[in-house]
């Protein structure tokens, strides 16, 4: 049993007014009566519609600066009343009110007035009270009444009409289920802006996460796991979410994953030099600033080739051909990029499977604001890890203090290890990578890790030497022994930073001090799990 309802009367209340016209347009045409409120009663007056102000229905004017008219029993009554129920039915004769089949409504624009800054009185305006309510009853009365909230509707709506004189029970099922999600939508953002930017509250009783489907993903980490992207509703950050596909196959969940870890790297280079970041799994494995993207494409390759294939390169700045050319000699799943030339949308268009995404921008590393981790029977958030260091914030312990340029590589080390996951050492030099060990369960190994691959890569490019040898380490965390550090020393590196803060400091400066080191503390970790 389809259901179907035939629409004979209209409630139509919009802030947005697009596709107003057309709509009204088609209801006129099926015989509807339109009803509306203030603001678009005029503007359908205006486009030569015939309209029945609300006002009409509930012998009532629009009062209080339009806070109070559609809050009336003869409104929700005639969206509430169960139309097979007697009662309900003698009740709506009793008290003159009439049936309502159709209600259209988008609310008051309290996230656009968040956005632009205005000042708390017209946030508070633009809390919505009748929209909702309305919305509300209607979408319970699904069963009799036809609720749109969403401008991309109105097509199938008048579709409907048309076609079958009435809406039938799937559509507004469809609508009820659209409508509660919108207003859960809009409250949890009121709620939100109450909690963060009116009360200063970063981890309310309650928290809200709601997100608008972008798009559904091939599947997620495995093919049996179904996935897709979401977005958060009102202003966000330059990503890899809001990003513009420009070419290449469809992007999967870790084609997203790990493009957002290798956007976040290169954002932390906004303000630097030319600089390629490779990620493979969400961890680099190779990162380069250069005197052009070019040099640093190759510099960050050297690294480790090898982890390299089928990886995802993010660059600082605008892609150049040239640099285009060379990402092209390997297989690379995704390149992200502020934007792009068109010699290098020429030279991508030549690998018809390589997904090129433009941001725009780059998100800011300083900015605030907190991530999401899932866990059985719960939600972890933290703040984000957007902790920054300059020189000035270093401690060296050791009898020797570090070069120049042992600090630049120190600080360059420093800044890749917070976005490599734990353990995590990175070994650098002269604004490159030399060898990265991510993930191991002790420090020791992370350091023998990334050592072994700085030696296979000076094997693989016949260098005299592993570019470890006069590096700089970065430890993300404190060394709670001194084995990782002598690792650090056996591979050539002659600076380290670390936090400190381990019972066992002494004996790690002591090592460093023996093996001629100079280290710095930072008084930070960066964990990354």
Not at 193 to 208: C, I, K, L, N, S
Not at 255 to 276: M, S
Request: net charge negative.
């Amino acid at each position: 049993m389809t259901g179907i309802v035939p629409i004979k009367r209209a409630l139509i209340s919009l802030s947005d007014k697009d596709g107003l016209d057309a709509l009204a347009q088609g209801l006129a045409k099926a015989g509807v009566e339109l009803v509306s409120t203030g603001g678009t009663a005029a503007k359908l007056r205006e486009l030569g519609h015939t309209v029945r102000d609300i006002s009409d229905l509930t012998g009532f004017p629009e009062m209080m600066d339009g806070r109070v008219k559609t809050l009336h029993p003869n409104v929700h009554g005639g969206l509430l009343a169960v139309r097979d129920n007697q009662d309900h039915v003698a009740a709506m004769e009793a008290h003159g009110i009439g049936a309502i089949d159709l209600v259209v409504v988008n609310l008051y624009p309290f996230e656009a007035t968040v956005a632009k800054g205005a000042p708390r009185d017209e946030i508070i305006e633009n809390i919505d009270i009748g929209g909702p309510s309305m919305v509300r009853s209607a979408a319970k009365n699904h069963e009799f009444v036809a609720i749109v909230t969403d401008p991309a509707d109105y097509e199938e709506l008048l579709g409907q009409i048309d076609g079958q004189g009435g809406t039938d029970l799937a559509f507004r099922r469809k609508l009820a289920a659209k409508a509660y999600a919108r207003t859960a939508a809009y409250d949890s953002m009121i709620a939100s802006w109450f909690a963060f930017a009116d009360q200063g509250v970063a981890y309310p009783d309650t928290r809200f996460i709601v997100g608008k489907k972008s798009q559904e993903l091939r599947y997620g980490e495995n093919p049996h796991q179904k996935a897709a992207l979401y977005l958060p509703l009102g202003p966000s950050t330059p990503g890899v979410a809001q990003a513009r596909q420009v070419q290449g196959k469809e992007l999967s969940y870790n084609n997203l994953n790990d493009a957002n870890a290798a956007l976040e790297l290169a954002a932390e280079f906004r303000e630097g030099p030319p600089t390629v970041v490779i990620v493979k799994h969400a961890n680099p494995c190779g990162v380069a600033s250069g005197d052009s993207l070019l040099d640093a494409w190759k510099q960050a390759l050297a690294c480790d080739s090898v982890s390299a294939f089928g990886g995802i390169v993010a660059v600082n700045r605008k892609l150049d051909g040239a640099t285009a050319e060379a990402i092209c000699d390997i297989f690379t799943e995704v390149v992200v990029a502020p934007d792009a030339d068109e010699a290098a949308v020429a030279t991508f268009a030549r690998k018809k499977n390589l997904r090129l995404l433009l941001t725009g921008g780059l998100p800011d590393p300083a900015r605030g604001g907190q991530t999401v981790a899932v866990i059985a029977g719960g939600l972890l958030l933290q703040d984000r890890d957007n902790g920054m260091l300059d020189a000035a914030m270093l401690k060296t312990v050791t009898k020797r203090a570090p070069t120049q340029q042992e600090l630049r590589d120190c600080l360059f080390a420093w800044t890749v290890a917070k976005h490599v996951k734990s353990n995590a050492i990175v070994y650098a030099k002269d604004g490159a990578t030399a060898g990265i060990g991510a993930g191991q369960m002790n420090r020791r190994d992370s350091a023998r890790i990334a050592a072994i691959k700085a030696r296979e890569a000076a094997e693989t490019y016949g260098w005299a030497e592993p570019r470890t040898v006069g590096s700089a380490v970065a430890s993300d965390a404190f060394f709670p022994f001194a084995d990782g550090l002598l690792a650090a020393v056996e591979a050539g590196a002659t600076a380290v930073i670390q936090p400190g803060g381990s019972i066992r400091d002494d004996e790690v400066i002591a090592a460093a001090d023996e093996a001629g080191l100079a280290m710095v503390f930072t008084g930070m970790r960066h964990f990354r799990h």
